[in-house]
């Protein structure tokens, strides 16, 4: 945890968004992998941790937006417990950890509740995403789930978004902690990818690096010589010499702060003039865009910026024709890049989408477009300074996409289907840095990470 006056500070912060009532963060409970005491590894409720710090299942905490007052709600443990887990710290010690005065059992939380809604008093709460959470709001709200679903607070959730998305020091030095290993995972994968080696060997030597440290994933880890299926989760191909590996893996920390990071790369250790072509593409794509990176500026024009840069080079090799700002603002260019550029990063490795991602990466000023493609955004706001954000485009080939447009005859005057099916065994290309919003523009977070085909093929070589 972090020192206890940083969660009482976050929880004042709070408190002064000008909200009255109730506001009521439960935290996660263990998930049975396959029956109760057979559990998977547990997730704190980000929100929970970000503002009670504590990382262990069956709490609750409970502020009282118009006194400051906060409470922890949970269960002392008894020598049953501690048969099973070994001491433990009681409520009001683990209370006292979050710079929490007060703490009651949980048993009492409904009762508190139900006294409140007596009273006249709001109730807020983030909308649930995990089945426990709303069953539970069901039973301490006294309403059916499915009501408890759409009754969420929207003030909470914009309150809790303006707080989470900006990031303080202590923040950014966990963020760039786990970079460090997710560095050391990626360098030690490209060093391992070699003609005859099983994809899962692979991941299972990064997440090796990773278990040394007692961490675990931000996210399953898309390894694949298959790079044109954006969330590959397989890894159950042989890798032969000329293949292409897409990696996108990344750790999280200590105190539960995310990393993701991708990096494509040839087995072998040699681009192909084809691959260095189009990597070195999606190279200039990155760079633009963490370039255009600033305070005030929309990530929905960043990510239009990157398209651009695509669209233009691509051209020269035969794939587009026409303007480039037509073939963007139709949507044509979503055939070689058919996701969001980037999204927020913190707790969450999609941070605080689990509170709704319109709400996260969307506000008054631009809504999510419709375009195939572009509707994949999921951060397309204007930035402020303290945000952190992936910055990750890509180009891939995709046959079942490219036959299904071909056939439609869609964005015909802008795309050269013949040049797109000459490339489609090339899989896919994705290079991912995790990037701060300085005050006066941005700064790639951790060490750097070999990038350049030139880097890519030195680290190789070792």
């Known amino acids: 945890m972090f020192a206890p006056d940083i969660y009482l500070q976050r929880r004042q912060n709070l408190q002064a968004a000008g909200l009255s009532g109730l506001l009521l963060f439960l935290g996660n409970v263990d998930s049975p992998m396959n029956y109760a005491d057979n559990t998977l590894p547990f997730v704190q409720d980000s929100s929970f941790r970000y503002f009670f710090g504590l990382n262990e299942p069956g709490l609750a905490g409970l502020i009282d937006a118009d006194s400051g007052e906060a409470v922890l709600f949970g269960t002392d443990p008894d020598v049953a417990d501690v048969v099973w887990t070994g001491p433990l710290p009681s409520l009001a010690e683990r209370a006292a950890s979050a710079a929490l005065t007060r703490s009651q059992p949980y048993a009492q939380l409904a009762t508190v509740l139900a006294e409140a809604r007596a009273a006249g008093r709001a109730i807020h709460y983030l909308a649930p995403y995990r089945g426990e959470t709303k069953i539970e709001l069901g039973r301490l709200l006294g309403a059916h789930p499915a009501e408890v679903k759409d009754g969420f607070s929207v003030p909470l959730t914009q309150a809790v978004v303006a707080l989470r998305e900006i990031k303080g020091e202590e923040e950014i030095a966990q963020m760039e902690a786990a970079l460090a290993v997710t560095g050391a995972m ?59 590996v897409l990696n996108d893996t990344g750790c999280t920390s200590g105190e539960g702060y995310a990393s993701d990071i991708t990096r494509t790369f040839p087995v072998g250790g040699r681009f192909t003039v084809q691959q260095r072509e189009l990597y070195n593409i999606v190279l200039e794509m990155q760079e633009a865009a963490i370039a255009a990176i600033r305070p005030g500026a929309r990530y929905l024009d960043i990510h239009k910026l990157s398209a651009s840069v695509m669209v233009e080079r691509m051209a020269e090799l035969g794939f587009f024709k026409g303007k480039t700002e037509d073939v963007v603002e139709s949507g044509a260019y979503a055939i070689a890049f058919p996701h969001g550029l980037g999204h927020q990063i913190g707790m969450d490795v999609h941070d605080m989408e689990g509170l709704g991602e319109d709400l996260v990466g969307y506000g008054d000023d631009v809504a999510r477009s419709p375009l195939f493609g572009l509707g994949y955004l999921r951060l397309g706001k204007a930035l402020k300074a303290g945000m952190v954000l992936t910055v990750e485009p890509g180009v891939y080939f995709i046959p079942a996409l490219v036959a299904a447009w071909e056939a439609e005859g869609r964005h015909r005057d802008y795309i050269n289907y013949e040049r797109f099916r000459e490339y489609l065994g090339m899989g896919g290309i994705r290079i991912e840095d995790n990037v701060l919003v300085t005050e006066t523009g941005s700064r790639v977070l951790g060490e750097p990470i070999p990038k350049t085909v030139d880097e890519i093929e030195a680290i190789m070589r070792m």
């Open 186 to 244: 990626h360098v030690a994968a490209m060093q391992s990818s070699k003609a005859g080696v099983l994809e899962h060997q692979v991941v299972g030597i990064m997440e090796g690096i990773m278990r040394r440290h007692d961490w675990h994933l931000a996210y399953p880890s898309i390894f694949s010589k298959h790079g044109e299926v954006l969330h590959n989760h397989h890894h159950d191909n042989v890798l032969q010499n000329g293949d292409l």
